[in-house]
Every structure is written in C-alpha cells, then in structure tokens.
C-alpha cells in the first residue's frame, strides 16, 4: 500500500505563497503519475494538479498560472508551489498516487491511497 504524508500548509495572507510538500513510498513513487487534489467541507474532493512520471503537468483552471507541481525522484516527493494565494483556495490540500493517460491531454485516475491532508489557510 502506498502511505502518503503530505506537509507544508498554514496561515498565509492573500497574495502570499506556501510550498506544499508530499513524501511517498519509494516502491511507488517513480511509476507513478502523482496529483494534488483539494476538499472543503462538504464538497467533493476536486483534482487541481498532476505530474506524470516523465514530468508533463495539467492545471485546473482556477490555479493555472499561479500554482507549480513537481517532483522530486531522488527523494520520493512531490511539490505544490502555491503563489497568489486567493481566499478560495483555503481548503485541505492531499496528494495521490495513480495513473496518468493520454498523449495531447493529461487524464488521470486515482489511486486508492490518501494522506492525511494539509490544512492551507488564505486570509488577512
């Protein structure tokens, strides 16, 4: 089983930046497309980045622009640069681990594992 551990949120004011981080089991981690996805309460987990094992990345609109993902494969960890943080964007931020298809476009498919989630805060 894939074990997640994402870190990194916290209290920001608009227009601030904070840098998520997500470390994931090695065995997975290089075979893997890897995405952000963000949840508020009572919505549903929606996705907002991913990054393929060879490196191309797809944004949801609403962050395209303002939000990074990378990743890190020497060290099993993946990124979320968050820059121009806006009130909507509070929420808990997770990483996943699935399968990422498509040759023009990115489709991406997640995988059964969660982290805990890390709590981003967006206010004055």
């Known amino acids: 089983q894939v074990q997640l551990v994402e870190s990194g949120g916290g209290l920001v004011q608009p227009g601030g930046s904070l840098r998520l981080s997500c470390a994931a089991s090695?065995?997975?981690?290089?075979?893997?497309?890897m995405a952000w996805y963000r949840q508020a309460p009572g919505k549903q987990r929606m996705l907002v980045a991913v990054?393929?094992?060879?490196?191309?990345?797809n944004y949801v609109a609403s962050v395209k622009g303002r939000f990074t993902i990378s990743r890190d494969d020497a060290k099993n960890t993946i990124f979320l640069q968050m820059n121009s943080l806006k009130p909507e964007d509070t929420t808990v931020y997770y990483c996943?681990?699935?399968?990422?298809?498509?040759?023009?476009?990115?489709?991406?498919?997640?995988?059964?594992?969660w982290g805990q989630g890390t709590q981003v805060t967006v206010s004055s």
């Open positions: 990054i393929t094992s060879g490196g191309r990345t």
């Open positions: 996943n681990a699935g399968v990422a298809t498509g040759t023009y476009s990115i489709t991406y498919s997640a995988g059964d594992s």
């Open positions: 090695g065995s997975i981690f290089r075979n893997n497309a």
